[in-house]
Each structure stands twice: as C-alpha cells, then as structure tokens.
T-cell receptor, first 113, second 114 residues
Framework: NAGVTQTPKFRILKIGQSMTLQCAQD?????MYWYRQDPGMGLKLIYY???????DKGEVPNGYNVSRSTTEDFPLRLELAAPSQTSVYFC????????????FGQGTRLTVV | AQSVTQPDIHITVSEGASLELRCNYS??????LFWYVQSPGQGLQLLLK??????LVQGIKGFEAEFKRSQSSFNLRKPSVHWSDAAEYFC????????????FGTGTRLKVLA
C-alpha cells in the first residue's frame, strides 16, 4: 500500500516558469489537501478537495491552481513561479467517514531562482 | 476564526527527562485535535488524536495528550524522552463545520541531549 505519493521530490525553477506537482493516493480517500511549509510558519493550506470535481481555496491560494478529475490524483499547478513560492510542499489525504487521520506524502522541495 | 497556537518554537531536553509540548486552540465547537510528528526530510506522521470521551489519550511511541476544554489546551507529554524523539511536532485542529480542514500550529522543534 503506497499511501500518498508525491513527485518530484526536489525541483529548481526559474522565475516565470511553470510546473505541476503531482500527488496520488491509493486509499480511496475523498479529501485531499495541498500545504506549503515554511520555516517557523507551520503548514499553510493552499487548496483542498472534498471529492472528484470539487476543489476550494485554502489560506494561501494565490499563484496556484488545482484540479481533481479522479479520486486518486490531485495535482498542484504553479503558472508563473516566483521566489516567494520557494517552499516545501506537502500533499495529504483523509477520509471524512472514519477517524479523519490525514496521511502525508514525503514532500516536494521547490526552489525558485 | 479557528487557530492553533504552539507557544514554544524550540525545546531542548536531556535524554530520559520528561517532556511537555504545549498546544492551545481556538474553535467554537467541539474540536477534533491531533498531534503529528515530522522527522527531518519526512512527511508528517500521526501520534495521537482526540475526538471525544476520555480526555487523556494515548498515542504511538509512548506519547500521550490531555484535552482540557476549560483551558482550550491539548498538551503532548512523554515521561521519558529518547534521542530518537528529536523532531518537529505539530498540533492541529480539524474544522467540522461543513468540510474537514486541518489547521496546524507553527510547530515545536525538539532537541534531545545525550
């Protein structure tokens, strides 16, 4: 059972470039989340999804987009990378039906230069 | 608005000493509370959770936490710390009004002295 898988693990982007962070889960969870983690700031919610076809903004959505075409996948898109988006990004999933435990991926360390 | 406060950014304890990490939350309804641990370069792993019932909950790795509604607190404790407990610890509250969203504290980094 793979859990939550994020790719890539590391990436360096130039200012203005775009990229997609991939996230997949195999637990049939309806909820999926994207967080960014900055030193001393904890985890900030970027976007979340309560099921396929349904997404909503979190605390810090500017500069990002998401889609949820399947239950398994929840990619995060950066259209015009900026230095302020240098961070570690975590994808997580949970189910609303049982114990609400969130399962996290290993993270993607993104540097924008 | 819902929020979670972890007042201690860094804590250093000696191996074998007891540990308490503080967490205060602000949430209007009955909260669902969690503690997660993050080892360097890793994602977050669940230590324990509180939904209802007994206010003292046991978790993995010998951790426990106590929910105190009157103090809006959910402090994490361990009687004897091991060097492998060095990590960052996050308290979180899950909002249950409509959708489930996790709100995390800023984390407490634990250093363990040999």
């Amino acid at each position: 059972n793979a859990g939550v898988t994020q790719t890539p693990k590391f990436r360096i982007l130039k200012i203005g470039q775009s990229m997609t962070l991939q996230c997949a889960q195999d637990m049939n969870h309806n909820y999926m989340y994207w967080y960014r983690q900055d030193p001393g700031m904890g985890l900030k919610l970027i976007y979340y999804s309560v099921g396929a076809g349904i997404t909503d903004k979190g605390e810090v959505p500017n500069g990002y987009n998401v889609s949820r075409s399947t239950t398994e996948d929840f990619p995060l898109r950066l259209e015009l990378a900026a230095p302020s988006q240098t961070s570690v990004y975590f994808c997580a999933s949970s189910t609303s039906h049982t114990n609400l435990e969130a399962f996290f991926g290993q993270g993607t360390r993104l540097t924008v230069v | 608005a819902q929020s979670v406060t972890q007042p201690d950014i860094h804590i250093t304890v000696s191996e074998g000493a007891s540990l308490e990490l503080r967490c205060n939350y602000s949430y209007g309804a009955t909260p669902y509370l969690f503690w997660y641990v993050q080892s360097p370069g890793q994602g977050l792993q669940l230590l324990l959770k509180y939904f209802s019932g007994d206010t003292l909950v046991q978790g993995i790795k010998g951790f426990e936490a106590e929910f105190k509604r009157s103090q809006s607190s959910f402090n994490l404790r361990k009687p004897s710390v091991h060097w492998s407990d060095a990590a960052e610890y996050f308290c979180a509250v899950v909002t249950t009004s409509g959708t489930y969203k996790y709100i995390f504290g800023t984390g407490t980094r634990l250093k363990v002295l040999a």
